[in-house]
């Protein structure tokens, strides 16, 4: 069993692998959501410079973001630079798109994508768009004759998971536990909730902020109809408060203002809305919050269900003090 986490692309990134590594963790994982973030590859470069153990990916690269050539060119620059410790999980970028005001990628695009990208990353000539294109590289920058780089393919429903079994080397799924497929030898599968440190209460300051970005981001995804149908936001409790802040705003700049912060920080207005309903907000903190038993249960039960990688400790503001209480609860390192 590997552990894993994963993160938005920030300057944190090097730190973040390092400590990563010296706690145990495998993998380390950053997003790809350029509206939001710093470049996923430029992040990953630099988590790579300041590692020597620790597998490093995008968690997950949107396709459409740069050209089959442009995301073959830096596979292949970063391959060369660190060969065995660099990953590539992709996915179809709903929050990544919708940040910019674009529905999510289509299977059917998906797949033709990571065909296009394996064949330029074997050294082949590929018709892409009505030319043929391959990585051409100069004397002075040789190309290997393949790239063998591990493609992991995110999907939650029927058709991601059946494009991650023709197409890719493994699983991403977030999808629900009693629907989790078999087959794969990689599965990666989330741990959800905040490790806490000993004596730690379940409201502590650190663990409110945690679950603050959390409990808003719920309202993020069921508004944008990651989580299911927009109608399901109904269900959040105090939706119709947050929707009339939402809604307040023009709806031509709308997505902006929903993914503002999104996954790093809380923004000005759903900070206020989590505030005007506190006792909402630390609930979802005491049933995020985990003590060693219950992370090691969780641990048993997504190994129980084919997990290769569980992926964990994700506690922003508090990275750190986050990562070290999985790390301590999970017996890492």
């Not at 410790?85 to 998906?110: C, D, I, N, Q, Y």
Request: proline content about 6%; hydrophobic content about 40%.
């Amino acid at each position: 069993m590997e552990f894993g986490c994963a993160f938005a692309s920030t300057p944190e990134a090097g730190r973040q692998a390092m400590i990563a590594e010296s706690l145990g963790f495998d993998y380390i994982g950053f997003y790809d959501s350029p509206a939001l973030e710093t470049d996923v590859w430029l992040t990953v470069a630099e988590a790579l410079r300041t590692t020597e153990r620790i597998t490093i990916g995008t968690y997950v690269l949107i396709p459409h973001l740069r050209a089959p050539i442009a995301q073959a060119s830096a596979i292949t620059t970063l391959w060369q630079r660190a060969p065995e410790r660099l990953e590539v999980g992709l996915g179809t970028g709903f929050t990544g798109r919708m940040a910019m005001g674009s529905k999510p990628l289509t299977w059917a695009f998906m797949e033709r994508f990571i065909g296009e990208l394996r064949a330029l990353l074997a050294g082949e000539e590929v018709e892409i768009g009505g030319t043929t294109q391959k990585l051409i590289r100069s004397v002075i920058d040789p190309l290997p004759g393949s790239v063998d780089v591990p493609l992991f393919v995110a999907g939650n429903g029927p058709k991601g998971i059946d494009v991650a079994r023709r197409c890719g080397d493994g699983l991403i799924y977030y999808g629900e536990p009693d629907r989790t497929p078999d087959g794969f030898d990689r599965l990666v599968l989330p741990l959800h909730g905040f490790a806490l440190e000993d004596a730690e209460s379940p409201t502590s300051p650190r663990i409110v902020e945690a679950a603050r970005v959390m409990f808003t981001l719920q309202y993020h995804l069921f508004f944008d109809g990651f989580s299911g149908s927009r109608e399901q936001l109904y269900e959040l409790p105090f939706s119709r408060d947050w929707l009339e802040t939402i809604e307040q705003f023009p709806e031509r700049t709308r997505h902006l203002h929903v993914h503002e912060g999104h996954m790093t920080d809380v923004n000005a207005h759903d900070r206020a809305f989590s505030e005007r309903h506190r006792d909402a907000l630390e609930a979802f903190a005491r049933e995020s919050a985990l003590t060693p038993d219950q992370l090691g249960e969780q641990i048993d039960a997504l190994a129980a269900r084919g997990a290769s990688r569980i992926i964990g400790g994700h506690a922003v503001p508090d990275w750190e003090r986050g990562l070290r209480a999985f790390a301590a609860a999970a017996g890492l390192g």
